[in-house]
T-cell receptor
Framework: KNQVEQSPQSLIILEGKNCTLQCNYTVSPFSNLRWYKQDTGRGPVSLTIMTFSENTKSNGRYTATLDADTKQSSLHITASQLSDSASYICVTLRGNTGNQFYFGTGTSLTVIP | KAGVTQTPRYLIKTRGQQVTLSCSPISGHRSVSWYQQTPGQGLQFLFEYFSETQRNKGNFPGRFSGRQFSNSRSEMNVSTLELGDSALYLC?????????????FGPGTRLTVT
């Protein structure tokens, strides 16, 4: 069954600290994996897109890693800011099926001062 | 460039009614995808349109339908509304078919069915 699972479901960290969010997927064949940030009341905003040949991709303080062998991805946030408080969604595209996306249910991150 | 716009932003309907939501993609984008987002299920894919043709469809009943116009604007229709249709409906546009391209999401339409 094609699935995307994220952990933890929610996370609270102090401002300035680092954190890592996890994503495990069983989607096959795999085409690419995306991380989105969704602020409350807004649409998701893309952070990174990675294909199976990419191990790491950064976007400012956000760094995503991908291990296509173990079907795991992580999103590392460095020096967190209050504005990082949001839901982070992992999305996998299944290959050879057009545009069949599979979404995780997200990790809700709260950064407190 | 202006972002993806969705209208209306909020909507309250009664069970059994129908509703039409509108999405205007970023200028030049030819693909529009629709998603339903609920607290329990997360984001779920409804369908994607590219050059006025439906290219892919998720696992939703036939009450959910859509179309795309020649200017790439898209509408989504839900007939015979049920309480479970209450959700945030998001549309996303991309330059070409969304598989290999960046998707840009609109702010969503919050639909409440009473």
């Amino acid at each position: 069954k094609n699935q995307v699972e994220q952990s933890p479901q929610s996370l609270i960290i102090l401002e300035g600290k680092n954190c890592t969010l996890q994503c495990n997927y069983t989607v096959s064949p795999f085409s690419n994996l995306r991380w989105y940030k969704q602020d409350t009341g807004r649409g998701p905003v893309s952070l990174t897109i990675m294909t199976f040949s990419e191990n790491t991709k950064s976007n400012g303080r956000y760094t995503a890693t991908l291990d296509a062998d173990t079907k795991q991805s992580s999103l590392h946030i460095t020096a967190s800011q209050l504005s990082d408080s949001a839901s982070y969604i992992c999305v996998t595209l299944r290959g050879n099926t057009g545009n069949q996306f599979y979404f995780g249910t997200g990790t809700s991150l709260t950064v407190i001062p | 460039k202006a972002g993806v716009t969705q209208t209306p932003r909020y909507l309250i309907k009664t069970r059994g009614q129908q509703v039409t939501l509108s999405c205007s993609p970023i200028s030049g984008h030819r693909s529009v995808s629709w998603y339903q987002q609920t607290p329990g299920q997360g984001l779920q894919f409804l369908f994607e349109y590219f050059s006025e043709t439906q290219r892919n469809k998720g696992n939703f009943p036939g009450r959910f339908s859509g179309r795309q116009f020649s200017n790439s604007r898209s509408e989504m229709n839900v007939s015979t509304l049920e309480l479970g249709d209450s959700a945030l409906y998001l549309c996303a546009s991309s330059l070409m078919e969304s598989g290999a391209y960046e998707q840009y999401f609109g702010p969503g339409t919050r639909l409440t069915v009473t």
